[in-house]
């Protein structure tokens, strides 16, 4: 049997997306097969387009890692799930999972169950993005109540729920996003917002407990100036981001880059927020798998807020 999937011949450009038809893939053992409904796109996709990646470089992969959908079938010794069964997550992340596709497989425990509350669309464009905050924020940060919390792109994909995560944490959260943006960060719930093209961040915010940091370049540095003495900046943007502990280190102060991993209790976590109402997700635009290169050009563009979802089925 065959699908529908995106796939590319040659690195590059949205231009390089297409529409192919593959075989359908099967489960293999603690595997099931996703029927997928919608599939997220994040800056991860878009660089694995263009470079190949960590594991692959100089390859086109199957792109795509956030899904949401409804298991078809399960593999050999898979008994969380059944058939009809509607799940989301991460698979897979860093390899190739490809979720730009009609079916995926996938191990079982890198996927939870849908929250009830979520669209399909809504539930793809949280795993990725809302793991990344979650294990930045709660596992290696362990924000807690009363830390002040500084988010880079507090509108971006991870941006937009680290924010609701830092608050559902207790945290004191500040910002930075451009001022069209501020209304929908402030509604986010954050206590203060910092229009980084007007305002230095490092002079109008201080004593930060922890930084969040999805842009890279000066931010890490210049993050370091915000924090108070033990503490901590997460970055998110590049690989090249983990010579910043050295500096961090001399300072008394910590820091790292973080890549996010599959995580069955994380999933679980959000959709404690979610069902409880302290984590919403922000659709920006959503668009149907034929137009996966749009959808990478208007990502790129820097201009949504929140995620962008390809609808599959």
């Known amino acids: 049997m065959t ?3 995106i796939g590319q011949d040659v690195l590059g450009g949205p231009e390089v997306l297409k529409i192919v038809e593959i075989d359908r893939p099967e489960p293999r053992p603690g595997e099931i097969l996703v029927r997928v409904h919608a599939a997220g796109v994040n800056p991860t996709d878009w660089w694995h387009r263009a470079t190949g990646g960590l594991l692959t470089p100089g390859r086109p992969v199957p792109l795509g890692w956030d899904v949401s959908g409804t298991v078809e079938t399960v593999g050999l010794g898979v008994t969380m799930y059944e058939a009809g069964d509607e799940v989301f997550g991460m698979p897979r992340l860093p390899e190739p999972a490809g979720a730009y596709a009609e079916f995926l497989t996938a191990p079982a425990r890198h996927l939870a169950r849908k929250p009830a509350g979520l669209t399909h669309v809504e539930a793809a464009a949280l795993p990725v993005a809302g793991l990344t905050a979650w294990q930045c ?4 940060a362990r924000v807690a109540e009363g830390q002040r919390v500084l988010i880079h792109a507090a509108a971006g994909g991870v941006g937009h729920l680290a924010v609701q995560i830092a608050k559902a944490r207790g945290a004191y959260v500040i910002g930075t996003a451009s001022a069209e943006k501020h209304d929908f960060v402030r509604d986010l719930g954050a206590d203060e917002v910092i229009d980084y093209r ?4 490092v002079t109008a915010a201080r004593d930060i407990d ?3 940091d999805a842009v890279g370049g000066e931010y890490g540095p210049r993050s370091l100036k915000t924090l108070r003495s033990g503490g901590r900046v997460v970055s998110i943007a590049s ?3 983990a010579a910043l502990a050295d ?10 880059f973080t890549i996010v991993e599959p995580d069955h209790g994380g999933l679980n976590a959000l959709t ?4 409880s109402g302290h984590l919403r997700v922000a659709v920006d635009a959503v668009l149907p798998l034929e137009e996966a290169a749009k959808a990478h050009e ?3 563009s820097g201009r949504t807020k929140g995620k962008i979802v390809l609808a599959v089925a």
Request: proline share 3%; aromatic share 2%.
């Open 3 to 5: 699908m529908r999937a």
């Open 137 to 140: 924020l709660v596992d290696t």
């Open 198 to 201: 007007t305002t230095d961040f």
């Open 210 to 212: 922890v930084v969040l």
């Open 239 to 241: 690989p090249a981001e």
């Open 247 to 256: 500096t961090a280190a001399g300072l008394g102060l910590r820091a790292g």
């Open 272 to 275: 404690a927020l979610v069902e």
């Open 298 to 300: 208007l990502g790129e």
